[in-house]
Nanobody, 130 residues
Framework: QVQLVESGGGLVQAGGSLRLSCAAS????????MGWFRQAPGKERDFVAA????????YYADSVKGRFTISRDIPKNTVYLQMNSLKPEDTALYYC???????????????????????WGQGTQVTVSS
C-alpha cells in the first residue's frame, strides 16, 4: 500500500510562490510515476505536472509551463511542486498521485491521464489572491 500526504498549500498574492510537498510512504517507488493534479471549485480535476521517480522527462500542462517545476528527493521519498508567478486561476485543491509499481506509463498522454494513477493524497489547498 502507498500513502501520499501533501503539504505546503496556503494563501498567496498573485505573483508569489509556493512549494508543495508530497511525502510518500509504503512500497518501493523506483518504478513509479508521480504526478500533480489540481481541481478548482466547480471544475474537473486537471493535470499539472508529472515525473518518473527514476528520472527522465518531466511533463507539464501548458498553463503552468515555465512557472511550475516538479522535482523529487529520493532519500526523503518526497516529490515537490515549486510554483512561481502564481495567478488567481491557479487557485485549486492540489493533489499528489502515484502509479502502481508495475504499471508502465510513458509519454505525455499517459502521464497526464489521471486514470494512469492508482494512489492519491488528500490534497492541499492553494489560494491565489489578485
Amino acid at each position: 500500500q502507498v500513502q501520499l500526504v501533501e503539504s505546503g498549500g496556503g494563501l498567496v498574492q498573485a505573483g508569489g510562490s509556493l512549494r508543495l510537498s508530497c511525502a510518500a510512504s509504503g512500497r518501493t517507488f523506483s518504478t513509479r510515476v508521480m504526478g500533480w493534479f489540481r481541481q478548482a471549485p466547480g471544475k474537473e480535476r486537471d493535470f499539472v505536472a508529472a515525473e518518473s521517480w527514476s528520472g527522465g522527462p518531466t511533463y507539464y500542462a501548458d498553463s503552468v509551463k515555465g512557472r511550475f517545476t516538479i522535482s523529487r528527493d529520493i532519500p526523503k521519498n518526497t516529490v515537490y511542486l515549486q510554483m512561481n508567478s502564481l495567478k488567481p486561476e491557479d487557485t485549486a485543491l492540489y493533489y499528489c498521485a502515484s502509479t502502481r509499481a508495475d504499471r508502465v506509463v510513458r509519454g505525455f498522454r499517459e502521464s497526464s491521464n489521471q486514470n494512469s494513477y492508482d494512489y492519491w493524497g488528500q490534497g492541499t489547498q492553494v489560494t491565489v489572491s489578485s
